[in-house]
């Protein structure tokens, strides 16, 4: 398994960071905050037709790139790093790689080409009202009808599941869990934003009655599908998560250089370097772990069940940390609604809680290695 990036490696980080900058600063996501799908349309085609974006890790069988997560989490940490707010980890990473998981070619073959292209957003609708990341949990429920299925119940905290086109349902059956793709625009199914701490991360809550939903694989056989998706989610989750600690522990240390007290920097004071110190050793730890699980996800696929858990608990309460001392150290200032600092924070209390907290994470680790 090869560790450590690559000269490509960082041709494409900085590829993803001009576009960034250029297309999506700051200033153009609190613009978008205030709408309700959250998403500049322009520039998710721009990332699809002039970088490949969100096709990169899907096979170029199926119209991606052919690369590997490895690249598609730097994309992640530069889209962390600048807090975009488009679809990209609901379609390029959560329908994409359970689409990928499932043993349905015909489902491959027909839904990925959208998806890689950005043409079709997708979505994964799994949790429901208690936000629930166990699969023991699920109540909603799908029934044969002729030929067809149909769906009845609701999802909650949909990762951009207001403007999905294709929704990846799961559901019970009479055989166990199983997966369903579904119309954005089919009759019977209500989607409705909800309230949200992270502003720039758009969250729904989809009600189906009735719905009709085209079977992905065999009824009953979704289980070892979804929990491959859940574990490269939460890698990938933690790869945003690493690209805002970065941001955070970046803007603190520059505000430490400029801003004087008593005739000199804050940074050259002990309690602020020290505290900046730790910050460093958090991050480039959780640089570290990122990087092996990533790799992992293409080379070690039978360690990512141990890896994914153990990144994501730490990522979690790294990057809340991280963000919470930027708001300390910038004092007064930080705690402003003209200062990024609390887009930050937000972001990371939301991603600590999208998956499950640390301790969901420590439990389902434990589960898997029998303690």
């Not at 085609?45 to 096709?55: C, E, I, K, M, R």
């Not at 969250?203 to 289980?223: K, Q, T």
């Not at 730790?278 to 699980?293: F, H, K, T």
């Not at 730490?314 to 919470?324: D, L, M, N, P």
Request: charge should be negative.
């Amino acid at each position: 398994m090869m560790l450590g990036t690559t000269e490509e490696h960082e041709e494409l980080r900085a590829s993803v960071r001009r576009f960034l900058a250029d297309k999506a600063p700051l200033p153009r996501v609190r613009e978008l905050m205030e709408t309700e799908d959250g998403t500049d349309d322009a520039v998710w085609q721009q990332a699809g037709a002039q970088l490949g974006l969100q096709g990169l890790a899907i096979p170029e069988a199926y119209g991606g790139a052919g690369f590997t997560f490895a690249e598609q989490a730097i994309v992640l940490e530069e889209f962390g790093a600048a807090l975009y707010g488009g679809p990209y980890l609901a379609s390029a990473v959560f329908a994409a790689t359970a689409l990928l998981a499932s043993p349905d070619e015909g489902a491959r073959r027909g839904l990925l080409p959208g998806i890689a292209s950005g043409e079709t957003i997708a979505t994964l609708a799994f949790t429901e009202d208690d936000g629930s990341w166990d699969p023991v949990s699920i109540r909603m429920t799908a029934v044969k009808d002729g030929d067809a299925w149909k769906l009845d119940g609701h999802k909650s905290f949909v990762l951009d599941g207001h403007a999905a086109g294709l929704i990846l349902v799961v559901a019970q059956t009479s055989a166990g869990l199983s997966l369903f793709a579904v119309d954005g625009t089919a009759a019977g199914l209500a989607r409705t934003s909800l309230p949200t701490l992270d502003q720039t991360r758009k969250l729904a809550r989809c009600e189906f009655d009735g719905v009709a939903a085209r079977l992905i694989g065999s009824p009953g056989d979704a289980a070892a599908a979804l929990d491959r998706t859940l574990d490269v989610a939460a890698i990938a989750l933690a790869a945003e998560q690493l690209g805002g600690a970065q941001r955070a522990l970046d803007m603190a240390v520059e505000y430490a250089k400029i801003r004087h007290q008593f005739g000199r920097p804050i940074g050259s004071f002990q309690a602020i370097k020290h505290r900046c110190a730790d910050l460093l050793l958090e991050v480039e730890s959780l640089r570290s772990a990122v990087s092996y699980a990533a790799a992992a996800v293409t080379d070690s696929p039978a360690e990512v069940p141990v890896l994914a858990p153990l990144v994501q608990a730490y990522a979690s309460e790294t990057y809340f940390h991280v963000a919470a001392e930027n708001i300390q150290i910038h004092g007064g200032i930080g705690f402003t609604w003209e200062h990024d600092a609390h887009l930050y924070f937000k972001r990371a209390k939301s991603s600590e809680l999208f998956l499950g907290d640390a301790a969901h994470h420590r439990e389902r680790l434990a589960a898997r290695i029998g303690l």
